[in-house]
């Protein structure tokens, strides 16, 4: 195991690759610290042990490009693959679109993580270049304990809100609420402490999530500080007392933690992780939750994509909803748009899509702006957040784009594609899920194994049982998921320990994304009352 390289300034460490510890990169949109106001950017998309990158660039001659690998990120920490790249494909939104052609452009690319939000770009082994995750939609909180590749002061997201945090190696989950302290401590805190303290009041754990600002003390992580009043709650507060995470960890909707072992207070990526995952809802009353489905973030596909064709990838921070499209031009050659807007409470979204043209390569020394070139206006109507309706009101007809599964094993349901007759398709359940209310009010772990076991006598609909064998088996006992239809049916079932709690669960099949689900729950009346939020965590595959 190699051990980690750190430069120290006076003012705090300069973001260098970290090779102490496997790092998966967060998911999203991540930029050059040199990338100009119009330039270039990476997607990165990781389901299960695959990770799929997309460069949206240019060529030397200033045209647009996009290039495309998939692989593994090693147990160093690195990317390191062939970029492919496609002609004589068509337009996204035509119907039918035939097949484009793959082509060698000769050009290798290699990511290198230091964090899961922050790492290095390099192709055909040029100079490395320090990337980080894109943000757009949260404001940043600036420490000196971090200085970037520009110079600057490292910014971290604000993380006040509710988050769900949890793991799969023993089987503890947490909801948490989160509210910034403003208040200065006496005697003065040298780091300049910011305090997110808990937010419910419940009186049974206090909690304060401690983050340095200021850099008297190296200190490049936050801890966590707990208290119970309670002896229920003993064994949630030493966890809480144990957990920290480093400030490049903190993206804005996921946290990376690690748990200190009993009697280890070193800080290092090789204690066990611990996923957190920030929610919608205000700890209020149900009524007052966030009404809206976001798209699920990552690789999403039209229908009658063909085996070489086009592809979305959705990001949403925020209110706001951020879309990268890569099709081809009318000439057959590679082209790529932007798109960014507020999602309104009906669940719609109005934006203009953009081309640009004119710019160098994202591993150019000195990267120029480009020009904006092509724009079309759009439409999003959000179905699902595994389905999604667009439509380009300029001259096409409307598009059904599907959330696209290539780390997991496929489960054909006996729901149809939105107007279309194929089934569709989900990523199989199995595996572990962290299971949060809306509200942050509780959480669960669940452990979905596909069993073996066949309804006797077989009813019209074959049913495929996933057993929970996680201890919230006592709540939930698994879900019953249709398949071979003699009839269509759009749910999953979900099979509850106890039956008659007043409420009926249901979870739509065109709300199962790849890595994340919707749960709803109404009361006997019908009268939807909540909602869950379930995130598939690692280890991504279980069964």
């Not at 936050?222 to 966890?239: E, Q």
């Amino acid at each position: 195991m190699k051990t980690m390289v750190l430069i120290i300034s006076a003012l705090g460490i300069l973001l260098m690759p970290t090779l102490d510890a496997k790092v998966i990169p967060s998911d999203g949109l991540w930029q050059t610290y040199d990338d100009p106001a119009i330039g270039s950017g990476v997607n990165i998309r990781t389901q299960g042990d695959i990770t799929m990158v997309t460069v949206f660039t240019y060529r030397e001659d200033g045209s647009p490009v996009w290039y495309f690998a998939t692989g593994e990120v090693d147990d160093n920490s690195v990317f390191r693959a062939a970029l492919g790249e496609t002609k004589n494909g068509e337009f996204i939104f035509e119907n039918s679109p035939q097949s484009a052609e793959i082509v060698d452009p000769g050009k290798t690319i290699e990511l290198v993580f230091n964090a899961t939000e922050t790492g290095t770009l390099s192709i055909n082994d040029s100079e490395p270049k320090p990337i980080h995750t894109y943000r757009f939609g949260v404001n940043g909180i600036e420490t000196e304990q971090l200085i970037t590749a520009s110079g600057e002061f490292y910014q971290f997201p604000d993380v006040t809100g509710q988050w769900a945090i949890g793991s799969s190696s023993d089987n503890i989950s947490l909801s948490l609420d989160f509210n910034l302290s403003t208040a200065i401590s006496d005697p003065p805190d040298p780091n300049h402490t910011l305090y997110f303290y808990e937010g419910f009041n419940q009186g049974s754990v206090s909690y304060s999530l401690i983050c340095p600002t200021k850099n008297a003390i190296s200190m490049p992580y936050c801890t966590f500080k707990a208290r119970s009043h309670d002896p229920a709650t003993d064994v949630i507060a030493a966890h809480l007392s144990r957990l920290f995470v480093f400030i490049d960890d903190i993206g804005v909707n996921t946290m990376t933690f690690h748990l200190q072992p009993e009697g280890d207070d070193s800080y290092t990526r090789e204690h066990p992780i611990y996923q957190a995952f920030r929610l919608d809802g205000k700890y209020e009353d149900n009524a007052d939750l966030d009404p809206r489905i976001f798209p699920v973030e990552g690789h999403w596909r039209t229908a009658d994509d063909p085996e070489i064709g086009s592809g979305i990838n959705f990001h949403s921070q925020g209110d706001i909803v951020m879309m990268t499209v890569f099709t081809y031009d009318d000439k057959g050659l590679p082209i790529w748009y932007m798109a960014t807007g507020e999602l309104g409470y009906q669940g719609g979204l109005e934006t203009q899509m953009l081309s640009t043209k004119d710019g160098t390569p994202i591993e150019a020394a000195q990267p120029q702006t480009a020009e904006v070139d092509q724009i079309k206006n759009v439409t999003m109507a959000i179905i699902g957040n595994q389905v999604v309706q667009l439509n380009s009101v300029d001259d096409y007809r409307p598009r059904d784009v599907f959330n696209y599964n290539f780390g997991y094993r496929d489960f054909e349901a006996s729901e149809r594609q939105q107007n279309s007759s194929d089934p569709l398709k989900i990523a199989t359940p199995e595996g572990w899920w962290l299971m949060a209310e809306e509200n942050a009010a509780n959480s669960m772990l669940l452990h979905l194994v596909k069993s073996s076991d066949k309804l006797t006598p077989p009813i019209p609909t074959d049913w495929v049982y996933f057993e929970n064998k996680a201890d919230s088996s006592d709540v939930i006992k698994g879900i019953n998921c249709p398949t071979d239809y003699a009839y269509q049916w759009a749910y999953c079932y979900v099979a509850k320990a106890d039956e008659n709690d007043g409420f009926n669960w249901y979870l739509p099949m065109e709300r199962m994304g790849v890595t994340s689900w919707w749960l709803g729950y109404e009361d006997n009346n019908n009268q939807s009352t909540g909602y869950y939020m379930l995130h598939r965590i690692n280890p991504p595959m279980q069964p």
